[in-house]
């Protein structure tokens, strides 16, 4: 799998880097004909506090899948994320078993 993460507005540490891999990679067990996966990770700062937000794209030959979510920590926000894409994922699989 090619990986391609970015932040936004703050440096990584290395460990949040790898926990996000790891995360992500726990996708293949779904759907085995990933290709690559882009990650987004920002800080946007609001008046009240940093809000952190996780974006993943998926590259699958034929579709692209997308999801992201906003909580208060960089984890929480690519659990919810990973597991909106684990819905489209068996969405996806279903859809190509039946044709």
Do not use: C
């Not at 004909?33 to 009240?48: F, H, N, S």
């Not at 208060?72 to 990973?82: A, G, Q």
Request: aromatic share 8%; charged share 30%.
């Amino acid at each position: 799998m090619k990986w391609d993460i970015q932040t936004v507005g703050f440096n990584a540490q290395d460990e949040l880097v790898d926990y996000v891999k790891t995360k992500t990679e726990g996708l293949q067990k779904f759907y085995d004909q990933i290709v690559g996966a882009e990650v987004y990770l920002k800080l946007v700062q609001d008046d009240k506090n940093n809000t952190k937000v996780a974006e993943i794209k998926l590259n699958i030959p034929g579709n692209d899948l997308h999801a992201s979510s906003t909580t208060d920590s960089f984890e929480k926000s690519t659990n919810e994320t990973t597991e909106k894409l684990k819905a489209q994922l068996r969405k996806l699989k279903t859809k190509l078993q039946n044709h």
